[in-house]
């Protein structure tokens, strides 16, 4: 048999779907003829075609016809007598095209083949698959759970392909079920053992960005502009935003009517809070929209150190460091200024007031570092918290029974004083 079916005999070539037919005829090509040169020194008289439609393969051989005695070489020339057998028309000089037969390569040479196109099809996959997403890097994808991890979830696309979710990358109140479909964005694809792995994330700011655009059509239309994104995966974020058409309300538009555009993004992120500001490059004003949802009372900015001190009524200094400090934080990373809160009270209230580690014998340590974490270092900021000691609890992760201690020890110390 002169010629073999390359997709019966190989089954790689079932995977390689997603590989286009003029690449692969040409890897075949290139492997049947470096099995050529080892079995005659040269391909540069062969031919190697390949169906493209069924699989077939075959390989002529082109010899010129010489005079018989004056052959010197058997696999450039052949002699008149020979090849008269192939054709009796044939005359010295002419060119002599011949089947070759694959089976006369030998089965260790074929079995080769098979294993070098294999791996010449793996190569091309992997370039494929590396191609494809380094194209859609900070696209969102959707995947389905295939397996998971302690470290990592793995998922797999529309054609199979194999993608990895972190754990750093997942928000902290994410969970997954086999089977089930999740939506991330394209962080990086990179080469580990020869392979490539494609890294997925739901924490990025990217991520968030995305979905704005998806739910709110004037940020695809580019008639509103997300001037940048900051996050706390799972608790706060917050987006600046910026029109170009005065008439449309950049604000407005990414809430959308009684939060509708807003509320399916909220729930993607597991319920994370999202702050959508409007952007403008007066500093004063940034910081204090980035600050919300805080009331400012003053401020005092230091451009040169791109420091700002800000000044809040004692109820608002918690809101303004929001819980563990995050509100505080994220509008830092925001502005590019470091923020430094502090509670606008009457200069008599401060002559009176009393710093909390004075209360340190009846106080533990650990409750009074809760309480400044909020921004409330003093007596006096605890008691004029003009919020239920559930709240207080809730923003300092104390039990509500400490809260309530707390408040009961600085009132006998004002009462005692009083006195």
């Known amino acids: 048999m002169a010629s ?3 997709f019966e005999s190989f089954q790689e070539f079932k995977e390689a779907e997603n590989i286009d037919r003029p690449t692969l005829m040409k890897v075949i090509e290139d492997v049947f003829k470096t099995l050529l040169r080892k079995k005659y020194g040269t391909d540069e008289n062969f031919d190697v075609i390949v169906n493209d439609q069924t699989g077939d393969l075959e390989i002529f051989r082109r010899r010129i016809i010489v005079e018989d005695g004056f052959s010197e070489d058997d696999n450039l020339e052949i002699e008149y007598a020979e090849a008269i057998k192939i054709e009796p028309d044939y005359n010295v000089g002419e060119e002599v095209y011949e089947e070759v037969d694959v089976k006369d390569f030998g089965r260790r ?40 991890w302690k470290k990592e979830i793995l998922l797999l696309d529309e054609d199979g392909n194999e993608l990895i979710l ?35 994330s739901r924490t990025h700011p990217t991520f968030l960005e995305k979905l704005l655009e998806i739910e709110v059509p004037e940020i695809m239309d580019g008639l509103i502009v997300i001037k940048k994104i900051v996050r706390e995966p799972g608790e706060r974020a917050k987006v600046a935003v910026e029109s170009y058409d005065d008439r449309i309300d950049p604000v ?12 399916g993004i909220v729930r993607e992120l597991r319920n994370e809070n999202i702050d959508i500001i409007n952007f403008t490059n007066n500093t004063q004003l940034l910081i204090q929209r980035s600050l919300t949802p805080s009331k400012i009372n003053r401020m005092e900015l230091n451009n040169e150190d791109k420091k700002a001190d ?17 509100n505080i934080k994220l509008a830092q990373e925001l502005t590019g ?14 002559d009176y007031d009393i710093d909390l580690e004075e209360f340190s014998d009846e106080i533990d340590e650990w409750v009074i570092e809760a309480f400044k974490k909020i921004g409330c270092d003093t007596a006096l900021s605890v008691l004029n918290l003009n919020i239920s000691p559930e709240e207080i609890a809730r923003r300092t992760d104390l039990e509500v029974e400490t809260v309530k201690d707390v408040q009961r020890i600085l009132q006998d110390e004002f009462k005692e004083e009083d006195k």
């Open 252 to 263: 407005g538009a990414c809430v959308g009517m009684k939060g509708s555009r807003i509320h």
């Open 337 to 350: 200024y470091s923020i430094d809160v502090y509670r606008d009270v009457q200069e008599e209230e401060m």
């Open 310 to 326: 800000v000044y809040l009524d004692p109820d608002q200094v918690s809101l303004a460091i929001g819980k563990k400090g995050v």
């Open 4 to 6: 073999i079916n390359l």
């Open 109 to 148: 040479a074929v079995l080769a083949a098979k294993q070098t196109l294999a791996s010449r099809i793996g190569d091309l996959k992997k370039k494929n698959l590396l191609d494809k997403y380094a194209d859609r890097i900070g696209e969102i994808i959707n995947g389905e759970v295939y397996q998971i």
């Open 166 to 200: 972190p754990k750093s990358e997942q928000i902290p109140t994410d969970f997954f079920k086999k089977g089930e479909s999740v939506r991330a964005v394209v962080k990086k694809v990179e080469m580990r053992n020869n392979a490539p792995v494609i890294i997925l």
